[in-house]
């Protein structure tokens, strides 16, 4: 179904970066992601505390550029000073200044689509998601991604500022 759909890209992007841009990229498919700067990486930045629990290490997304009708591969590498049970994501997404309404996501939920099993336990870990790219409207993007532990303690934030191109 539609809902459904729209509710896997919504998750693809929370992994993207440590949970993150693979999300965005499941729910604006299709068209190549192309970013304002030099480096495909620039399509985010990392806006987690550095207190925060978790922290992302290292984040690898191939191919350089995401087109249409093929895969995207995203490797995140993090470090958890202490288990994760639950949670919850939270997407603040525009498409050409246009703020989509986004619902939030249960953290298992969006974990258990992808593989992953709660808890996420202390330590390092990683994250690694191949999905399909599917068709998505052209224009710029931004936004933000933040996932809350059960307790609500911000554990990860990702801003997004990217185009989607023909």
């Known amino acids: 179904s ?9 998750l693809i992007l929370v992994l993207l970066v440590s949970l993150s841009v693979v999300l965005l990229a499941r729910e604006l498919p299709n068209k190549p992601f192309v970013s304002k700067k030099k480096n495909l990486e620039d399509i985010w930045s990392n806006c987690t505390k550095s207190d ?24 995140a590498y993090y470090s958890l000073k202490e288990d994760v049970t639950d949670g919850m994501v939270n997407i603040n997404l525009n498409a050409a200044g246009i703020p ?5 996501l249960p953290l298992c939920d969006a974990l258990n689509y992808i593989g992953v099993q709660c808890p996420l336990k202390k330590g390092i870990g990683k994250f690694d998601v191949t999905e399909f790219i599917p068709e998505a409207p052209t224009g710029t993007y931004n936004g933000s ?3 809350n532990d059960k307790s609500r303690v911000e554990i990860l934030c990702i ?4 185009q989607m191109m023909p």
């Open 52 to 75: 925060s629990p978790m922290q992302i290490l290292n984040v690898t997304i191939t191919p350089d550029v995401v087109k249409e009708d093929q895969n995207i591969h995203v490797v």
């Open 100 to 104: 989509l309404d986004l619902p939030q």
């Open 159 to 162: 801003n997004l500022d990217f």
């Open 145 to 147: 991604v933040t996932v």
């Open 2 to 10: 539609a809902h459904t759909k729209t509710m896997k890209c919504y």
